[in-house]
């Protein structure tokens, strides 16, 4: 896969995401219980192709407010360690104070760039990463610092989104704010939520970066909620990409813009609730 092009600023991205992921990360642990409910499947499956055993060292990249951390520190027991890390150091602090509450002292949390790991060769022996790969500029750079800090024999497994077309829950509400903030088209190889669905994309990736036998399954992640309103009010505190895309807009017009987006979205109400179509692609590779 090719790297973003030079117009493309990558550290002004970088930035932006850190800041917007220090503001929002709170949102992202109130809302834990429902994200965990769309995402817990896919978590597991991920966690299933790491092998993760106990006693494992693991590195958990954009661990976000502890997920899947969490999980994988119950894999691999009191006699394991998980090194949780996200760009964020105000999320990595949610992550911290989840582990705590939860008597996990076998997690540690570090703010780091998950591009440029500031870890020793082959330290770890499964690397995780959860709807984070596809948002870093330079996935290859990534996977092959991953792969860096992993021990022979070591695994990587992550989760990305597939498609547009099969992600509906982020394809029009991302629509809707492109047109209504006047985006220019993604610069090809720009990270986004679908950077890494398309056909074959995630296995190039695994390879480019030195991986072998990667794994790539479909997973269905439907996401429910008693109605578009309460789905767009996780979307517009949890979902920081689609704040960062329309950061330049007045307050008034974002809350114009998530209107809209809420209109939009009301096709998806039933009798028994809300139900938006998405999927996340599990794919996992061995050093």
């Excluded at 503001?23 to 809302?31: H, L, N």
């Excluded at 990249?61 to 520190?73: D, I, L």
């Amino acid at each position: 896969m090719a790297e973003p092009p030079p117009s493309f600023d990558a550290a002004k991205y970088k930035n932006a995401q850190r800041e917007r992921w220090n503001e929002d990360g709170a949102a992202w642990r109130r809302w834990s219980p429902t994200l965990e409910r769309w995402y817990g499947e896919v978590t597991r499956q991920m966690l299933d192709l790491a092998r993760l055993q106990l006693g494992q060292r693991i590195l958990d990249v954009a661990a976000g407010a502890g997920e899947p951390a969490v999980s994988a520190a119950a894999r691999v027991g009191p006699s394991g360690y998980v090194l949780a890390t996200d760009l964020s150091e105000g999320i990595v602090e949610l992550a911290r104070q989840v582990a705590r509450e939860r008597g996990l002292d076998q997690v540690e949390t570090r703010a780091m760039d998950g591009e440029k790991l500031d870890l020793p060769d082959a330290s770890f022996d499964a690397v995780l990463c959860r709807l984070g790969l596809m948002y870093m500029p330079h996935p290859v750079t990534a996977l092959r610092e991953w792969r860096r800090a992993l021990r022979a024999g070591g695994r990587v497994a992550v989760v990305v989104f597939s498609t547009p077309e099969r992600n509906d829950w982020g394809a029009v509400p991302a629509a809707i704010i492109r047109r209504r903030a006047q985006l220019p088209p993604p610069v090809p190889g720009q990270p986004g939520p679908f950077s890494l669905g398309g056909s074959g994309v995630l296995a190039g990736v695994f390879r480019e970066a030195g991986f072998a036998d990667p794994e790539v399954r479909a997973v269905p992640v439907p996401l429910r909620a008693a109605s578009a309103a309460e789905y767009v009010r996780v979307a517009r505190e949890a979902f920081g990409s689609f704040n960062v895309m329309m950061a330049h807009l007045s307050p008034p017009e974002r809350e114009s813009v998530w209107n809209e987006v809420a209109d939009s979205l009301r096709s998806f109400e039933t009798s028994g609730g809300f139900e938006v179509p998405g999927e996340c692609l599990v794919g996992a590779a061995t050093k």
